[in-house]
């Protein structure tokens, strides 16, 4: 009872001193000013799909909050039932092939940023976590994710390769084993699936908790130096990020190509069919 007290005086402090950095439509970004961790809320509606200028908008939110010497950034959404529901699909569909190319670029760069990003990163998330959503948490170091709601890459069930990069994004946080069966079934995972097999850290009951949870976690490195953390989380994930920080043009050009084909074009189409039918019912 008293430490579930203290936790929620703890929690008022934080949100007290919270203040706000820098915002744009599409991001919210808050500084805590005791602890110096970052809160980035995505915050494009309906459902914080990515499309060319969210990708932006969350590189250069992730850049400005790692050059103003943040302790940590917290990655999470306004959307009280969707974490992220991944790439906005209008993108690929169709598409106009300049725009694709730099969609693609955006993506590969916006991964990056957040995947070698030099603080200490974790997601804090809120609601469904799909695709390209799922890839930018299990990016982060720490996952903690609310109950009964949903994560995962069901890409190979609407007819995607998964390209590289999202596979070796799976890989720094599952085994070999479990990430094939994962990839090749398209399997989305419940909450508590997540927990058993470690996608996710843990399971809380409100956004406050998970946010404070993300807070603690991004705590425990104060007293570790910044830079030797920083180089050593580098060390550890170059391998993972090797192809696309070495020839990003060779993963962009494959795919766009496959984009492109009329197979993909064909169960976009259908995919998306679905998705609005689900909504007229
Ligand atoms: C060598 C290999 C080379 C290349 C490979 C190429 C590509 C593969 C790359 C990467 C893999 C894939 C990455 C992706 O991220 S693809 C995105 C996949 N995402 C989804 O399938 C999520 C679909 N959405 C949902 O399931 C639900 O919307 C969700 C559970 C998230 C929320 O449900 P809710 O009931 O709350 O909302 P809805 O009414 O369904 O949605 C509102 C509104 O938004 C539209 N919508 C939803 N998601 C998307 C999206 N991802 N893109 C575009 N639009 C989306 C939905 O249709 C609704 O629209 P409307 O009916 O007009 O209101």
Not at 82 to 101: I, K, M
Not at 102 to 118: G, H, I, R
Not at 174 to 185: K, T
């Amino acid at each position: 009872m008293l430490r579930s007290r203290t936790k929620l005086i703890e929690l008022g402090k934080r949100q007290l001193c919270r203040s706000m950095c820098k915002s744009s439509e599409l991001t919210l970004v808050e500084v805590d000013d005791k602890t110096g961790i970052a809160t980035l809320t995505m915050n494009k509606p309906p459902v914080n799909s990515c499309n060319l200028e969210f990708l932006r908008a969350l590189k250069s939110a992730m850049k400005e909050i790692e050059s103003n010497k943040c302790s940590g950034i917290i990655l999470t959404s306004s959307n009280d039932k969707v974490f992220s529901s991944g790439l906005d699909l209008n993108e690929l569909r169709q598409p106009n092939p300049e725009r694709l190319a730099t969609f693609w670029k955006e993506l590969q760069e916006m991964w990056v940023t957040l995947y070698l990003s030099n603080v200490p990163t974790a997601a804090a998330i809120n609601g469904h976590a799909l695709a390209v959503g799922c890839v930018m948490a299990a990016a982060c170091e720490y996952r903690v994710m609310l109950p009964d709601f949903t994560i995962g890459i069901h890409a190979t069930k609407f007819g995607y390769v998964v390209p590289p990069f999202i596979v070796n994004t799976y890989l720094s946080v599952l085994p070999h084993p479990v990430v094939e069966r994962a990839l090749l079934q398209g399997k989305i995972f419940s909450t508590q699936e997540a927990l058993q097999i470690n996608l996710i850290d843990e399971v809380v009951n409100s956004k406050d908790e998970a946010l404070c949870k993300c807070a603690d976690f991004i705590g425990s490195f104060e007293q570790t130096n910044p830079v030797a953390r920083a180089l050593t989380k580098r060390q550890l994930r170059a391998p993972f990020a090797k192809q696309l920080l070495e020839d990003p043009e060779t993963e962009l050009r494959e795919s766009l190509e496959y984009i492109n084909t009329p197979l993909f074009q064909e169960s976009l189409d259908q995919y998306l069919l679905q998705l609005k039918k689900k909504n007229k019912k």
